[in-house]
């Protein structure tokens, strides 16, 4: 017996020698916790890209700084409740988390289709709250969760102590918590400012949703994907903010049917979701970025006009105050007094151009000056468009440079709005720009700053550097027409109009239409309008001269509307109620109050465009 034991025995001890299972399999461990890691970095950098990318599929409908106004702090309260969540409630979470945020990916496209067709009655600041909730604060919240769960498989560290656990897990939360704020940071700044320009599917917002729906698949494959099919023939099939052929026709054949409108053009670009509107009705086509316009112009003017012009009527009465630039002319306090006022009495309103406006023929614009032959004809225009100043600047024969940072507007001015080809264009931001060529010789007699849209005005544009660099671009007796929108009531439009008087020695203001009565803003709390002010790189009185007929082009808008009549009293921008420790807008500071008292011009922009273009038309980018 003990013979027949002892092998046993010998291979007990044998067996009992060999090292553990565990330790040979610890490399295979130790890359199963790497994976897993990997894992829940693209989980949070996917949740983190599809940030901006929401955003940017709010702004054609309701703006961009209308969409911005909570997201950011939502996004922190739903990652903190799904950190909460999953550590205090990671048992009875399913486990299979990870599977959801793929088939969530693809019906966001579909709920947004759904939803933007309410976002008249959900307004500017509840609209974009409510569709993220339905769409992308979802998205995020499984994302974390899945990360959470991720990092509780890992085991790292096994402590035993209940207070360290929760320092490490609180820990852990506020790492991947940076992590998913810097990744943001990255991903808003490359879409914002290194996009590229092509019109690749996969580029366009629509199509940078489905390239990361697509990589939430790769990452979490399940059987449960099968449930992402039926949104994602949606979207190849009738969703209109697709940007191909067929759901391109689809979307006409709605705007016609709906609304009198199509799109000839639509493209994703760095300054926003840009469109070529045509109105079939009443002839006139303007160009859309996101939730505002660069500007229009009428195709077939009113048949009873006796005059033919040389260029292309405008939609809007501001672009064409913006050439007054070329009436200004030096003159004294006695001379002050005496200019005259032109022989043009059509009715200022608040809104576009109409055809009837355009039909008057009450004035004939007669003049008995001629227009000064200045040394230099030359002119700078910051901001494109669609065109309307340059095209009459160069049809006054003035070398004008045009400096735009958006090479789509370009390219559209050009294909659909006459823009002439004989200027010279430079591809740029304007900042770049200006630093650069205040360091050469060519100066400029007329300089035309136009870069307003989307509510807000772009800050770095309007500090008093740029401003300053802009005076420096000058001739010594040369003039600048700088065109600014919003709300006069608000601290930003005086912050921006003492920080361009701080730099011209003189200037005066102009609106587009008669200001209200006091009755009437007590009535209102705002008054949005458009601005154009004109300064004098000389210090002096100046005035306008008469315009001839050569200065109208044959146009009967700048027949009505190229004077500037409705003068602003400047006190009304006086420091006051603490504004004096404002200063002027700089760098820092100065720069974030401007930005956070933008969102109150925005949202009244939002609700002045729907009454431009109808809501049909703005919903269906």
Not at 369 to 384: C, F, K, P
Not at 519 to 537: G, I, P, Q, R, Y
Request: aromatic share 10%.
């Amino acid at each position: 017996m003990p013979t027949s034991l002892t092998p046993k025995s010998s291979k007990a001890q044998t067996k009992a020698r060999k090292p553990p299972r565990r330790v040979r399999r610890a490399p295979f461990i130790i890359l199963k916790q790497i994976l897993s890691l990997l894992k829940l970095f693209m989980l949070i950098s996917l949740a983190s890209c599809y940030s901006p990318v929401s955003q940017l599929t709010l702004a054609p409908v309701y703006g961009s700084i209308p969409s911005s106004l909570f997201h950011s702090r939502i996004e922190t309260a739903v990652f903190s409740l799904a950190w909460i969540t999953t550590y205090n409630f990671g048992g009875r979470l399913p486990q299979n988390l990870r599977a959801w945020p793929p088939v969530l990916a693809s019906w966001i496209p579909v709920i947004q289709y759904l939803l933007f067709p309410h976002s008249y009655h959900y307004g500017a600041v509840r609209g974009p709250v409510i569709t993220e909730c339905l769409t992308y604060f979802p998205l995020l919240y499984l994302s974390v969760c899945s990360a959470a769960q991720i990092l509780n498989t890992l085991d790292l560290v096994n402590l035993s102590n209940g207070q360290s656990l929760i320092l490490t897990n609180f820990a852990s939360g506020s790492t991947c918590y940076w992590l998913f704020r810097y990744i943001e940071r990255i991903a808003t700044s490359l879409l914002q400012n290194h996009r590229p320009n092509s019109a690749s599917f996969f580029l366009t917002r629509f199509g940078l949703q489905h390239f990361l729906g697509a990589i939430f698949a790769l990452i979490s494959p399940s059987k449960w994907l099968f449930l992402a099919v039926p949104a994602l023939l949606h979207s190849a099939l009738w969703n209109v903010h697709n940007p191909l052929l067929h759901t391109t026709a689809l979307l006409n054949s709605t705007l016609q049917t709906k609304s009198n409108y199509e799109i000839l053009a639509r493209q994703d670009s760095l300054t926003g979701y840009l469109s070529v509107l045509h109105n079939t009705k009443d002839r006139f086509r303007v160009l859309r970025c996101d939730h505002s316009l660069l500007g229009g112009e009428w195709l077939l003017p009113p048949t009873d006009l006796k005059h033919s012009s040389r260029v292309r009527e405008p939609v809007y009465t501001v672009f064409v105050m913006l050439e007054a630039v070329r009436l200004v002319v030096p003159t004294d306090e006695e001379s002050q007094a005496s200019v005259l006022q032109p022989e043009v009495l059509a009715k200022s309103g608040n809104g576009p151009v109409t055809k009837a406006d355009l039909a008057s023929d009450s004035v004939k614009g007669e003049s008995d000056t001629t227009s000064e032959d200045y040394n230099r004809n030359t002119a700078l225009v910051i901001g494109l468009g669609i065109g309307t100043s340059v095209t009459a600047l160069l049809a006054h024969g003035i070398e004008t440079t045009v400096v735009e940072i958006d090479p789509v507007v370009h390219e559209f001015a050009e294909r659909y709005f006459g823009l002439p080809s004989n200027h010279i264009s430079v591809i740029e931001d304007a900042v770049t720009f200006v630093a650069a060529a205040r360091n050469q010789e060519r100066r400029y007699r007329y300089i035309v700053h136009d870069v307003f849209t989307g509510g807000a005005e772009p800050a770095s544009l309007f500090t008093v550097d740029f401003i300053a660099g802009l005076r420096d671009l000058l001739v010594s007796d040369g003039v600048v027409a700088i065109n600014y929108g919003g709300d006069l009531l608000t601290p930003s439009a005086h912050l921006i109009i003492r920080t361009i008087k701080a730099v011209f020695p003189a200037c005066r203001i102009f609106r587009d239409n008669v200001a209200p009565s006091p009755a009437e803003l007590m009535s209102k709390k705002h008054d949005f309008t458009n601005l154009v002010v004109f300064c004098t790189k000389s210090d002096g009185l100046f005035s306008f001269r008469k315009p001839t007929e050569e200065d109208f082009l044959g146009s009967h808008a700048r027949r009505s509307y190229l004077w500037p009549k409705h003068e602003v009293d400047q006190k009304i921008f006086q420091a006051e109620n603490g504004e004096e420790q404002m200063g002027v807008l700089k760098e820092g500071k100065t720069m974030q109050m401007l930005q956070k008292w933008q969102e109150h011009s925005a949202l009244g922009h939002w609700a002045i465009m729907r009454t431009v273009i109808p809501d049909k038309v703005w919903e269906n980018w």
